[in-house]
């Protein structure tokens, strides 16, 4: 079964500073794709970045990076100088194939604390 | 583009009575996912379509649960009859089938209470 797990359920940083969180995924694929989405307390869900598993080179979106360690089958999402609206819910998710469906992992609340 | 439009936002109705929930995809999004997210289970896939064809149920609860996709705008989600235990956020997202990388477009949520 496809799985993805995120093993901090919360945690804070300090505006201006970096936080790295984490996130492993279960395939047996060679070929998928991983996401990390944001729900700030609007509950809307907002695509913060995406990632290629064909692709070596690690995505990254103005402040937003990941590390994509794809033995490991690692998929960590880095946010630099946190600000406060980066306060949220952060789901890491997977899609097996292009023609698969979306998996989400339980999600880690984040705190940027001024 | 107006986005994914999901109705009501906000549905209270008491136990034994009939919810329906409502979804406009994006305009040539062809690919449908209607989930339920609660503090206990997180954010859990119910089912999903392509082109308007029912792919995946198996995330389905029960058999009170039934989703439908008439045509290529419009779905709904049906609850019957309802129960306290379905007090949840529904979202409903759309895609594009076969481009694996095409992100998920959710909709704003229903924020469902149930009596």
């Known amino acids: 079964a496809q799985t993805v797990t995120q093993s901090q359920p919360e945690m804070s940083v300090q505006e201006a500073e970096t936080v790295t969180l984490s996130c492993t995924y279960d395939t047996s694929e060679n070929n998928y794709y991983l996401f990390w989405y944001k729900q700030p307390p609007s509950r809307q869900m907002i695509l913060v970045i995406r990632q290629e598993a064909y692709k070596q080179q690690n995505a990254t979106e103005n402040r937003f990076s990941v590390n994509f360690q794809k033995a490991a089958k690692s998929f960590s999402l880095k946010i630099s100088d946190s600000q406060l609206g980066d306060t949220a819910m952060y789901f890491c998710?997977?899609?097996?194939?292009?023609?698969?469906?979306?998996?989400f992992g339980p999600g880690t609340s984040l705190s940027v604390i001024p | 583009d107006a986005g994914v439009i999901q109705s009501p936002r906000h549905e209270v109705t008491e136990m034994g009575q009939e919810v329906t929930l409502r979804c406009k995809p994006i305009s040539g999004h062809d690919y449908l996912f209607w989930y339920r997210q609660t503090m206990m289970r997180g954010l859990e896939l119910l089912i999903y379509f392509n082109n308007n064809v029912p792919i995946d149920d198996s995330g389905m609860p029960e058999d009170r649960f039934s989703a439908k996709m008439p045509n290529a705008s419009f779905s709904t989600l049906k609850i019957q009859p309802s129960e306290p235990r379905d007090s949840a956020v529904y979202f409903c997202?759309?895609?594009?089938w076969g481009f694996g990388s095409s992100p998920l477009h959710f909709g704003n949520g229903t924020r469902l209470t149930v009596t």
């Open positions: 997202a759309s895609s594009l």
């Open positions: 998710a997977s899609r097996k194939t292009s023609y698969d469906k979306v998996i």
